[in-house]
């Protein structure tokens, strides 16, 4: 498994195993994980001789082969007819990167754990990912081949399986939800292919979220390097609580900072893996997005808690009756804090089933029974083409931008339904708070202080009715490639 650890300013070279990926956070996320030694603080165990000599049986070191095309060009570059080229030809053809491109066989190390006598192995997707061949060494020494049983790339976990003569030793998941930060961890995997090696740190930080739409990661400082991805983290009972899965660093090194998938959500993930081979997920039908203060201002809501339903395209929601500008609250009777709790909620809900949903629509609170659809099923669904910028007819300066009406020319320009209205934003004054919030040319605003706009006049009565009403600001709904957005602008 090839290596690509991406830094901050400078890339670092091609590893020879695991895989890495960016976090636009100044720092390289390594999926393949690496981390400093960590801090013992007071209180620290006598000894963590007992408990990794309870649960090593159960950790797997995974090898992975699989044929990959060779590189059309690889090594160095020098300029042509340079005294250099003959030299490095013939050193590239001694090492096997010559002029040959044909397909290789190419091997990868990561690690993995036992959650059943009868063989089902748990390890990262990326560690898999694209192999023909997988085989697993446990801690005896003894190797079976495994085969997949399924993979989920939303939460980077595979499930495999492994047919074995007598009882395989295993370990049990335990609830993550009651790790707290300074919980001492130990971690257990096959770093830089060395083998079983066992390191121990704290839980750093809770509820981490990388990149991905379901991510709830334990933070922690447990040693964990390449060749540890898919490995167990456990507590002090045993007790797997996360998958070690990935890190920050500049350079693919180790800096301290590793992160695994927290065991409440893989456990779901490995539970649908076993079924149906296959994750199936709840789909509401909403697009949504956080409500920030100035949002809440703008809409006149006590807190800035909740999803705010930005649009409702055709789906469960719709058919419901969930429209956009509804703020939805409260999903199968738990409350919704924002829109990161509201997608992981969804996804856990039963598919098929009435769910009730509260939303907070003009003041009032609602109740609506939205029967789910399955995400899985939904997520082919074309994405509108992204606007193109339209020309410039009569236009109006109205919060920074540059508007006009929506016309029959800019609805073929930009792609837009025979039925859209609304205004198009020309030009933004790069000063403005509109710019600073994201708006750009080729914008559609269908929707000022939750109600419809088609004039460059409604967004202007709108506005004054804001002002008259003692708001700060007003909500406007914002369309690009057809994604919809509330900004909030101040009117002051």
Known sequence: ???????????????????????????????TLGQAQGAFARGAPESFADLAEQISPSVVNITTSAVVSAPAQGGPMVPEGSPFEDFFRDFMDRNGQGPDNSPRRSEALGSGFVISEDGYIVTNNHVIENADEIEIEFFSGKRLDAKLIGTDPKTDIALLKVESAEPLPFVQFGNSDLMRVGDWVVAMGNPLGQGFSVSAGIVSARNRALSGTYDDYIQTDAAINRGNSGGPLFNMDGQVIGVNTAILSPNGGSIGIGFSMASNVVTKVVDQLKQFGETRRGWLGVRIQDVTPDVAEAMGLAEAKGALVTDVPDGPAKDAGILAGDVITTFAGQPVADTRDLTRRVADAPIGEAVPVVVLREGQTQTIPVTLGRREEAENTPVPAAAEKPAEPTEAEILGLTLMPVTDALKQS???????????????????????????????????????????????????????????????????????????????
Do not use: H
């Open 1 to 31: 498994m090839q290596t690509k650890a991406i830094s901050i300013p400078q890339p670092a070279p091609m590893a020879a195993r695991g895989k890495a990926i960016l976090l636009a956070l100044g720092l390289g996320l390594a999926m």
């Open 414 to 492: 930009m792609g837009l339904p025979a039925d859209a209205e609304g205004l198009v934003v020309s030009k933004v004054d790069v000063a403005s708070e509109a710019y600073a919030k994201g708006l750009r040319e080729a914008d559609l605003i269908t929707e000022a202080g939750q109600q419809k706009i088609v004039r460059l006049k409604d967004l202007q009565d709108r506005v004054q009715e804001a002002k008259d009403a003692g708001r700060k600001s007003i909500l406007l709904l914002v369309r690009r490639g057809g994604d919809p957005r509330f900004v909030a602008l101040g009117i002051e």
